[in-house]
């Protein structure tokens, strides 16, 4: 069934998109009529994930964003299946490892990098190519999923810093090499946000999480449907003069 929306008629990639942040965004775009390739490293988590959602216009994919085939293999189950690529999430992330800087591995950094950074760039190299070639609506909209540490700096947390850092500059970069060609691309940084992946880092103690909202200027952490609804935003053309930007969504933590 055709979708209906701001979005209709357009195709996204979502990557990490089986839970948090991810799945909050597949949710939205698909409400707002887009099809949508989910990816994410367990395809039958992914396809419970969307469970639920128009399934001529969601299409569940196993993947490794740090495999070197990934993101290509992600464009052309895109365009196969729903005959083009408008819009690219970038989405895909992992913490990496909290300890000093002597106890942090060659091996800690490297892998930290290829799933943070690494897997953005050669995932802008794949879909940049398919929005010129159009089968969609002319041009495109990217947002690589960023954070607060890659506007400032966090103890004990080297290559998650280095690479999200690295994230808001590779999207300035490409941001003004196709801004005369109809893509966008941008990065929103979120502070904390109530997902598995910070609930894995804090070992789930809640009065951690609960801590680290009470230090936000708003006193609580973010849902990822409220980070969604800023990247989300940046795909829809009431964004169509926003390009370059790193777009904190962390209730106030920059301002301060």
């Not at 942040?21 to 039958?44: F, K, P």
């Not at 760039?121 to 947002?143: D, R, Y």
């Not at 808001?168 to 109530?194: D, M, Q």
Request: glycine share 14%.
């Amino acid at each position: 069934m055709a979708g209906t929306g701001a979005l209709a008629g357009r195709t996204a990639i979502v990557t990490g998109g089986a839970s948090g942040i991810g799945l909050a965004t597949v949710r939205r775009l698909h409400d707002l009529g887009a099809s949508v390739v989910v990816a994410d490293l367990d395809e039958a988590r992914c396809r419970a994930a969307i469970e639920g959602l128009d399934a001529d216009r969601v299409e569940a994919v196993a993947a490794d964003v740090t495999a070197p085939d990934a993101a290509a293999v992600l464009v052309a189950r895109a365009v196969d299946r729903f005959g083009g690529l408008d819009i690219a999430v970038n989405n895909a992330g992992t913490p990496g490892t909290y300890a000093a800087l002597p106890d942090q591995t060659l091996a800690d950094w490297q892998a930290t990098l290829a799933v943070n950074l690494t897997s953005v760039f050669t995932g802008m190299q794949a879909q940049v190519p398919a929005m010129l070639a159009g089968g969609g609506v002319p041009g495109g909209a990217i947002v690589n999923v960023a954070s607060d540490a890659g506007l400032m700096g966090f103890a004990r947390l080297p290559a998650y810093v280095a690479s999200k850092h690295g994230v808001i500059g590779l999207t300035k970069a490409v941001a003004l090499e196709y801004a005369r060609k109809g893509i966008r691309v941008n990065a929103v940084c979120p502070g904390s946000v109530r997902t598995p992946m910070l609930a894995g880092f804090t070992g789930g103690d809640e009065a951690a999480l609960e801590a680290m909202g009470a230090g936000t200027p708003i006193g609580r952490l973010a849902s990822p449907d409220e980070i969604a609804a800023a990247i989300v935003w940046l795909c829809t053309d009431d964004a169509v003069f926003v390009t370059g930007t790193a777009m904190p969504v962390d209730g106030g933590v920059m301002a301060t």
